[in-house]
């Protein structure tokens, strides 16, 4: 807010009406050529059912994933002191500034069936990772995953131990105090998280294609099928993209309002 | 039957030798902020380790660096009222103060009927429905005592338990101290009349601690 008594120096409002146009433009493009009347026929369009489906799948198990394996993680990377610490918490952080088609890559040769562990999977298991929806749950978890380490940990990090070692003298083992303290003391931020790493799940799209490949019904997420129409069916393309800009507004709001975080 | 602490721990600036011999009772420490009282509880809790030396609650060693002896917090079966009172804010008052019983295995309803008694002994029945975030602070401190005393504990910690009690409280929650069914009572208290309350005076100053019996 500008203080009543002191004007806002011209040479920053003008650049700041820029970028604000720079992010509000494509969005009100996007809106202004929505096929509002045939939004739904759009939507239910076998393709496009498909996709919300396997959208659904992978981005729902992405983000169980993410909780079962993110929250001992933000723990470890709380409470535990290592001398390699930074390193390890900046390679959780690596997947957020990587480029995703980069991670795909990575995927890819470490999962591929000639891969660094994908060869053993495949010999021992008879697993195949790459072009499966299994895959693109990996591809999606290997993005969003520190999304949610990075706030449950800031969460952990400001909590502190207090309650922890209330709980201790109260006789809880280390374990049942994460459970019956930790856990429930830090639930906005862990939700908070949960709704951030399924945000980014759902719309994950390089790495995805890049190691689960772009196959209708298994890895054809929505915005592949967003991807793919954009060809043939623009339409179709506008009809998604509505879709997922409102699942992606509906989120930023639970998080900026009360519904997720005090 | 004593708790004895033999030896010395280092904190950032804080450097104590320890040479203590607590009989079973109430134990006052007094002394300066900072000089250290806060770090002899939480050492007796398992909260902090000892560098050197021991520390023996009933002949049985808890904390021995030289033997690689260290019993957990949670082994230690007592009760602790932090300074800043550290109640759960996602469970209300009654839920906190079962809390210890809970984690004994006590059945839910069996620990809720201990909390409640507990909370009538500390003045605050009216209070067992509330969340930590709505009470003020004497009324969380309340709570916070509750809980300790409802532990059962064999040792109860108190750190400056009465401090944002109001004036009209201390009296019910002295005689709760002074009759409180822990064998060792050690209480972190600015207050001399709290003080003249105590078996055991022990007080720390600029690294110095001395240790006096009262009659």
Same mark, same amino acid.
């Given at each position: 807010m500008r203080p009543p008594t002191r004007h806002a120096p011209t040479p920053l409002l003008i650049p700041a009406c820029i970028g604000l146009l720079i992010v509000a433009v494509p969005i009100i493009g996007l809106l202004q050529r929505a096929p509002w009347s045939s939004l739904v026929v759009q939507l239910t369009n076998p393709a496009v059912v498909d996709a919300i489906g396997v959208s659904l799948i992978v981005s729902i198990v992405s983000a169980t994933l993410c909780l079962l394996l993110g929250l001992p993680l933000a723990w470890a990377l709380a409470r535990i002191e290592l001398r390699g610490g930074r390193l390890i918490r900046a390679a959780v952080m690596l997947p957020m500034v990587l480029p995703p088609v980069v991670g795909g890559t990575a995927l890819l040769f470490a999962l591929g069936r000639r891969g660094l562990v994908g060869q053993w999977l495949d010999r021992w298991f008879g697993i195949t990772l790459p072009f499966t929806t299994a895959g693109a749950i990996l591809a999606a978890t290997f993005v969003a995953l520190p999304f949610f380490v990075t706030t449950v940990e800031a969460a952990l990090r400001q909590n502190g131990t207090d309650l922890e070692e209330a709980a201790a003298v109260s006789g809880a083992?280390? $374990?049942?105090?994460?459970?019956?303290?930790?856990?429930?003391? %830090?639930?906005? %931020?862990?939700?908070?998280?949960?709704?951030?790493?399924?945000?980014?799940?759902?719309?994950?799209?390089?790495?995805?294609?890049?190691?689960?490949?772009?196959?209708?019904?298994?890895?054809?997420?929505?915005?592949?099928?967003?991807? $793919?129409?954009?060809?043939?069916?623009?339409?179709? @393309?506008?009809?998604?993209?509505? $879709? #997922?800009?409102?699942?992606?507004?509906?989120?930023?709001?639970? #998080?900026?309002?009360?519904?997720?975080?005090? | 039957m004593t708790i004895i602490i033999s030896g010395r721990i280092r904190r950032g600036d804080l450097d104590l030798q320890l040479d203590l011999e607590l009989p079973p009772g109430l134990t006052a420490i007094v002394g300066p902020n900072g000089a250290g009282k806060t770090t002899i509880l939480r050492l007796i809790a398992g909260l902090e380790a000892l560098d050197e030396g021991t520390l023996t609650i009933n002949e049985r060693v808890f904390d021995g660096p030289s033997t690689g002896v260290f019993v957990p917090a949670e082994e230690r079966q007592l009760a602790m009222v932090f300074q800043d009172h550290r109640l759960l804010p996602h469970l209300n008052a009654l839920d906190n103060v079962a809390y210890p019983r809970r984690r004994r295995g006590e059945d839910r309803s069996t620990a809720r009927d201990h909390a409640a008694a507990a909370l009538h002994s500390v003045g605050a029945d009216a209070l067992a429905a509330l969340r930590p975030h709505s009470l003020s602070g004497g009324q969380s401190?309340?709570?916070?005592?509750?809980?300790?005393?409802?532990?059962?504990? /064999?040792? $109860?910690? #108190?750190?400056?338990?009465? @401090?944002?009690?109001?004036?009209?409280?201390?009296?019910?929650?002295?005689?709760?101290?002074?009759?409180?069914? @822990?064998?060792? /009572?050690?209480?972190?208290?600015?207050? %001399?009349?709290?003080?003249?309350?105590?078996?055991? #005076?022990?007080?720390? %100053?600029?690294?110095?601690?001395?240790? /006096?019996?009262?009659?």
């Open positions: 083992r280390p $374990l049942v105090a994460f459970l019956t303290v930790t856990v429930p003391a %830090s639930r906005e %931020s862990i939700v908070a998280g949960l709704a951030l790493a399924w945000a980014r799940a759902l719309g994950e799209f390089g790495a995805t294609v890049t190691f689960a490949g772009n196959l209708a019904g298994r890895t054809r997420t929505l915005p592949l099928q967003t991807f $793919l129409a954009l060809e043939s069916d623009p339409e179709a @393309a506008l009809a998604i993209s509505v $879709l #997922l800009l409102t699942i992606s507004l509906g989120v930023l709001v639970a #998080l900026r309002g009360r519904w997720l975080v005090r | 401190q309340r709570v916070a005592i509750a809980r300790a005393v409802a532990a059962d504990p /064999t040792v $109860l910690l #108190l750190d400056e338990p009465l @401090a944002s009690v109001d004036p009209e409280g201390r009296p019910l929650l002295r005689k709760l101290f002074r009759s409180s069914p @822990a064998i060792y /009572t050690v209480w972190v208290t600015h207050d %001399s009349h709290d003080a003249d309350l105590a078996d055991c #005076l022990v007080s720390v %100053s600029a690294g110095e601690i001395r240790q /006096t019996e009262q009659t």
